[in-house]
């Protein structure tokens, strides 16, 4: 059974270049959430999604930011024109159709802007 | 908004020996989960132990356990026999258990050495 996840793991973006990270939840899981680690901090919530919803985003940037969680395929995190405060490590959790149970975590997605 | 703090940014304990590591928080509700997560260079976040604030009985895995004070919002990690393996970045966080709070809050995290 395999895990959560990500790709790519490491990414190098120029200034004003898109970025997009992929995450794949575990087999059954249908509840993704992304979070972002700045260098020497915790865990901040990003945004949370179903297949096709998006049900809360209010730790998403409201600009340049975007995800989406499609009925088929993985879900994607959207970077447009990155800055360099947007390198930091992207992870991606997935959980099962209650929502409420264990969030399982991928390696995650290391950003780094040049 | 539910808060999560940890004030020791880095502990150090030695090989074989055990040590406590703390998390305090803020919150209004009385229905939640705590957790800690345990996060090794290789930046992989792994569940350690989790708390349903309900139980009154502190949680135990092995050679990790809590100690949940409600009251004091308080919930700290304790490591037995600590391992080389154990060096690790340690996260507290926090989960509402009400259907829309599905986000974990994290501590800011504390680092821990093992010395052998």
């Known amino acids: 059974n395999a895990g959560v996840m990500q790709n790519p793991r490491h990414l190098v973006r120029r200034r004003g270049q898109e970025a997009r990270l992929r995450c794949s939840p575990m087999?059954?899981?249908?509840?993704v959430y992304w979070y972002r680690q700045l260098p020497e901090e915790g865990l901040k919530f990003m945004v949370y999604?179903?297949?096709?919803?998006?049900?809360?985003e209010s730790g998403m940037p409201k600009e340049r930011f975007s995800a989406e969680f499609p009925k088929e395929g993985p879900s994607i995190l959207r970077i447009q024109q990155v800055v360099r405060g947007d390198s930091a490590a992207y992870f991606c959790?997935?959980?099962?159709?209650?929502?409420?149970?264990?969030?399982?975590f991928g390696p995650g997605t290391r950003l780094t802007v040049l | 908004a539910q808060t999560v703090t940890q004030s020791q940014p880095e502990m150090s304990v030695q090989e074989a020996e055990t040590v406590t590591l703390s998390c305090t928080y803020d919150?209004?509700?009385?229905?939640?989960?705590l957790f800690w997560y345990k996060q090794p260079p290789s930046r992989q976040m792994i569940l350690v132990i989790r708390?349903?604030?309900?139980?009154?009985q502190n949680a135990t895995e092995n050679r990790f356990s809590v100690n949940f004070q409600k009251a004091a919002k308080s919930f700290s990690l304790k490591i037995s026999d600590s391992q080389l393996g154990d060096a690790a970045m340690y996260f507290c966080?926090?989960?509402?258990?009400?259907?829309?709070?599905?986000?974990?809050?994290f501590g800011e995290g504390t680092q821990l050495t093992v010395n052998p």
């Open positions: 959790a997935s959980s099962t159709y209650r929502g409420r149970d264990e969030q399982f």
């Open positions: 087999k059954g899981h249908s509840h």
């Open positions: 999604l179903q297949k096709e919803n998006i049900i809360d």
């Open positions: 919150t209004s509700e009385s229905d939640y989960y």
């Open positions: 708390q349903e604030a309900y139980k009154q």
């Open positions: 966080a926090y989960r509402s258990a009400s259907t829309s709070g599905s986000r974990l809050t």
